[in-house]
């Protein structure tokens, strides 16, 4: 492996960059999921659990605006967590991620045919191939869903600039339909459907659980550093910027909705969101565009994650973590053309095991989210105290208060997902999705230490940290030994 081949050019402007985070957090979840949300928890509970979400995300996220800001290195996780932690945590960390942002693709490819099926009810008819948890598997949903993962997988083959153009465009017209429907759904709505207010502590619990994987997103501009030509200090605001959006948009979702619909009637709705719409413009178009503003917001979410997944593993094969085609580069299009195939391909298995992968996909991505925002909170204080001189365009205030913050908060979120909590995942589906991802990741990293064996550790560092290989040099023993 040579230096040469493996080097992402800069292209992404500040307009850019927005687009891909925001464009992350606001997928299509906010149409399917509001419904089930403002059941569990009731409006006001619902959007209490997307504030304490949005609060551990903010701590994880002033980390994350530091050390991105520090290490400006395609797939950021990567560099931070190996700097902190070495090989293996950094592995642990890059692997954990990947997880989150393959189970967003995969929750875009199974909504899509959602969409399909609001739009165009015929669509949604016919013999089913199999059940699935109760839910009949169609062929055409199966194949819209395919076909979704096809487009995208072109999208990101021909390049970033394309894939960015697509992300503005689309999201420029989320924010429009997002417009059509808060500013009249506040206006004419009955406050009387907002109660109960809060369902109980237990269901805003349940939702909490939830909000981790609705907030990733931010994380994927580090997995975009090499390829962002903008100064290091605009990065890190962009990311807090992104968060700080995410949050209004899922209160303005989870308010509207719950004004516009009375609440007893959410659980039985396939799309209370656009239902809600329908409610407000008092006929069915309105939910008609608003699912086509869902379409797009499918298309910016699952771009973006495909973009950061591709980065990510990109990055962990350029350091010797996985097989070395990962990270090759078209030479035209400067895409990491075989993971861009291989993404593709397991987005495209989604759709095979219908919707109720909805829910399931969304706990055990939000689990896997969390584990990784832990690492690197914990490489953020780890940084701090090995290397206080580091450059750092963007500098968080109270560092070691942020960083501790930020731990606590992630280890909550953990132990909300594990057996004995209310809202701990689900057995044998979601845990079955984590489980095998673990194993996978076992067999991996098993060969991660032969190909490092070629590489040599200070290669690997190099490779890995790029010009930040030489705080490896410091003398603190640790750093050397990392």
């Known amino acids: ?64 605006a530091e050390l991105s800001a520090a290490l400006s290195r395609a797939g950021g996780e990567i560099s931070f967590t190996f700097l902190a932690m070495g090989p293996l945590g950094a592995f642990v960390c890059g692997w954990t991620l990947v997880l989150a942002y393959v189970a967003v693709c995969a929750f875009e490819a199974v909504a899509l045919p959602t969409v399909l099926g609001y739009l165009v009810p015929a669509f949604a008819t016919g013999d089913a191939l199999y059940t699935v948890a109760g839910w009949d598997v169609q062929p055409g949903r199966v194949l819209a869903g395919v076909a979704g993962a096809l487009v995208i997988g072109v999208v990101n083959y021909r390049g970033i600039r394309f894939a960015a153009f697509v992300q503005q465009v689309a999201v420029a017209g989320l924010l429009l339909v997002g417009l059509a429907f808060f500013l009249p759904g506040a ?16 269901g805003v619990l349940r939702v909490m659980i939830m909000t981790p994987f609705l907030y990733v997103g931010f994380d994927v501009i580090p997995q975009l550093a090499e390829e962002i030509a903008l100064p290091f200090r605009t990065i890190g605001r962009i990311i807090l910027l992104s968060i700080v959006m995410a949050f209004v948009w899922y209160g303005l979702v989870q308010w509207t909705v719950g004004l516009s619909l009375p609440p007893g009637t959410l659980a039985a709705r396939a799309l209370p969101t656009a239902d809600a719409m329908s409610a407000v413009y008092g006929s069915p178009w309105g939910g008609r565009v ?11 979410s699952w771009n973006a994650f495909f973009l950061g997944a591709s980065r990510l593993l990109f990055a962990m094969a350029r350091g010797g973590m996985l097989p070395a085609a990962f990270a090759r580069l078209h030479p035209r299009h400067g895409s990491p053309a075989a993971v861009v195939v291989v993404l593709t391909a397991i987005t495209a298995i989604a759709p095979f095991f219908g919707r109720p992968a909805l829910v399931w996909l969304v706990d055990a991505g939000s689990l896997a989210t969390v584990v990784a925002y832990l690492l690197v909170a914990v490489a953020f204080l780890v940084i701090r105290r090995r290397h206080p001189d580091l450059p750092r365009p963007y500098r968080v205030a109270a560092p070691a208060t942020v960083g501790w913050l930020a731990v606590a908060a992630t280890v909550f979120f953990i132990l909300l997902y594990l057996p004995g909590s209310p809202s701990a995942l689900a057995w044998p589906e979601e845990w079955a999705i984590v489980l095998l991802w673990l194993g996978l990741g076992v067999v991996l990293g098993a060969g991660m230490r032969r190909r490092v064996a070629v590489l040599g550790p200070r290669r690997q560092a190099r490779l890995i940290l790029g010009d930040g290989a030489s705080l490896l040099e410091s003398d603190h023993p640790r750093a050397r030994s990392g």
Do not use: C, K, Q
């Not at 009955?190 to 237990?202: C, M, R, S, V």
């Not at 608003?290 to 910016?300: K, P, S």
């Open 290 to 300: 608003l699912v086509l503003g869902g379409a797009v917001g499918i298309l910016t």
């Open 1 to 64: 492996m040579t230096d040469a081949p493996v080097h992402l050019r800069r292209f992404l402007g500040r307009g850019d960059v927005l687009a891909v985070a925001f464009g992350a957090m606001v997928g299509w979840s906010w149409v399917v999921l509001a419904g089930e949300m403002i059941v569990r928890a009731g409006a006001v509970g619902s959007i209490l659990a997307f504030g304490a979400g949005a609060v551990m995300v903010w701590l994880v996220g002033l980390t994350y």
């Open 187 to 202: 206006a004419r709505g009955d406050f009387g459907n907002l109660a109960p207010a809060i369902t109980g502590w237990e």
